[in-house]
């Protein structure tokens, strides 16, 4: 006949998957608490996706910058562009800002 064994688990992972406080985890909590740790996989990737394209977004735009005051120059419209001239410092530094941010929170994830 075969021998029972015996299955152990970690005081506090216990208390954390045992929704109703009575002591023991039935089937449905372990499901529940399963069901729980994928969403939360499924939010930190589409979260790491969003933050991504934001990036990318960010950059294209600092790259597209130059050829809008161009293109105002060349479709004579002078004061457009000495507006988005006026403006592009602080452009530059905020969207470099964003991307910094962005690749140094990538590079302290990984450590």
């Known amino acids: 006949m075969a021998e029972k ?3 152990t688990v970690d005081e506090s992972v216990a208390a954390a998957m045992d929704a109703n406080g009575d002591g023991h985890i039935s089937a449905e909590e372990m499901q529940m608490d399963l069901e729980f740790k994928r969403k939360r996989l499924e939010d930190e990737d589409l979260m790491r996706d969003a933050q991504r394209n934001m990036a990318w977004f960010a950059l ?3 790259l597209l910058y130059p050829f ?3 293109t ?3 479709a004579g419209l002078d004061q457009a562009a000495t507006v988005l001239g ?3 410092p602080t452009y530059f530094v905020s969207v470099a800002a964003i991307v910094a941010a962005f690749y140094a929170k990538e590079a302290i994830s990984k450590k």
Do not use: D, Q
């Open 86 to 88: 006026s403006m592009a």
């Open 68 to 70: 809008a005051v161009v």
């Open 60 to 62: 294209f735009g600092m």
């Open 72 to 74: 105002a120059v060349f």
């Open 5 to 7: 064994k015996t299955v």
